[in-house]
Nanobody, 119 residues
């Protein structure tokens, strides 16, 4: 099982990016999916989360600017990021609770994708 992120890159402040994360492998069910980020010298922090039932959580700093969504048919979660700020330069990580069978659920992480917001 693996999570692979894509969509990172360089963007000017005020710009937009959309990140994608695809889960693949021996997957029985994909449960909650999340996005985290880690800026240089800082701890990793949660950005947004989305359950299978559609419950969404955003950290206060991104509310109104970021949108998390998912396509369960593709085992994919997205993060639409608008009005990006320079302080949001970070490595963005995908995280998911994945069931490999009806009885076992594990926590998986992607390798991260770099987002750089320039002035």
């Amino acid at each position: 099982v693996q999570l692979v992120e894509s969509g990172g890159g360089l963007v000017q402040a005020g710009g937009s990016l959309t990140l994608s994360c695809v889960a693949s492998g021996n997957i029985y069910k994909v449960n909650t999916m999340r996005w985290y980020r880690q800026a240089p010298g800082k701890q990793r922090e949660v950005v947004a989360g989305l359950t299978t039932g559609g419950t969404v959580h955003y950290t206060d700093f991104v509310k109104g600017r970021f949108t998390i969504s998912r396509d369960d048919a593709k085992n994919t979660v997205y993060l639409q990021m608008n009005s990006l700020k320079t302080e949001e330069t970070a490595v963005y990580y995908c995280n998911a609770d994945l069931q490999v069978s009806a009885d076992y659920e594990y926590d998986y992480w992607g390798q991260g994708t770099q987002v750089t917001v320039s002035t």
